[in-house]
């Protein structure tokens, strides 16, 4: 496999990255109603042929196959340990229109897939060449074929990621890390920076439209407050700062206190913002 992003297939493959397949049900549940979203934004058909970037664990992929039955629905995704999650998961559903690549999607040949539609839950904000990657993504769509694409807001405006990350420094002493439109899941929180990326790699019809989604991770309260310690931000901070037992679990009850305000009786509902970006391929004559 040809990689550009080392950095990311590094991370993706690491225990880091192995928490994401750990607690693919947990975060699948949570990120439902922002799936919905991108799905209702990319309009498919049923002959439409998908592809799918940054597909994790297939959710996106499988959602996606399910509504184009006469159609296919292509998974990419850097990290092998995911993709054989996702391809267990095709094969317990029966999805013959769904199916999964290793690749780096920056540098993988693409051309030729006459694709329909590009979408993407979050996995856009990680390359490390986001022109260079948009560039050979539109290689696999038909002339204006679209790319729909969902990515956080801010920091600021996601609780999900602002509050564990706080509670983690405060408790672990870690300092403040300066503002970064380094690849990862926030560096797409302006979406002019976006809109630029987008025009520079030669797509049309940018858009970008801010969207507020609650989040429902399952186990009410304390199970959002640990699936906090074992992805995002805190769990970073708990890795780094080579926190003990007790840290992982005082800094769970502190995020449990904290997620109460989010709390609906057994459920709970955390307020996130993201924004969701459509363009057009054009292809050159």
């Not at 729909?148 to 920091?155: H, K």
Request: charged fraction near 20%.
């Amino acid at each position: 496999m040809n990689i550009a992003n080392q950095g990311q297939f590094d991370f993706w493959t690491s225990p880091a990255g192995l928490a994401w397949v750990d607690h693919q049900d947990s975060l699948d549940t949570a990120m439902s109603g922002i799936l919905d979203v991108l799905l209702e934004a990319a309009t498919l058909s049923p002959d439409h042929r998908v592809l799918d970037v940054g597909c994790g664990t297939g959710a996106s992929t499988l959602a996606a196959a399910r509504l184009v039955p006469r159609g296919m629905a292509l998974g990419l995704d850097i990290a092998p340990q995911m993709l054989e999650r996702a391809r267990r998961r095709a094969a317990e559903e029966r999805a013959g229109n769904a199916s999964f690549r290793l690749c780096d999607a920056q540098v993988e040949p693409l051309a030729g897939a006459d694709c329909d539609v590009l979408i993407s839950r979050f996995g856009m904000s990680f390359f490390g060449d986001t022109v260079a990657a948009l560039s050979n993504l539109a290689t696999a769509l038909k002339d204006k074929g679209r790319m729909v694409f969902v990515s956080w807001a801010g920091l600021d405006e996601n609780p999900w990621f602002l509050i564990p990350q706080e509670l983690a420094r405060s408790r672990l002493g870690a300092p403040p890390e300066p503002p970064s439109d380094a690849p990862g899941p926030l560096a797409f929180a302006d979406p002019a920076h976006v809109l630029d990326l987008m025009r520079r790699a030669g797509l049309e019809e940018g858009q970008a439209d801010t969207r507020r989604i609650d989040l429902t991770p399952p186990g009410g309260v304390s199970g959002a407050a640990r699936l906090a310690t074992h992805v995002g931000p805190a769990a970073r901070l708990l890795r780094l700062c080579s926190a003990t037992t007790e840290d992982r679990a005082a800094i769970a009850g502190d995020i449990e206190a904290a997620f109460a305000a989010f709390g609906r009786g057994p459920d709970i509902r955390i307020p996130a913002t993201v924004h969701v970006f459509v363009c057009r391929a054009r292809r050159q004559a």
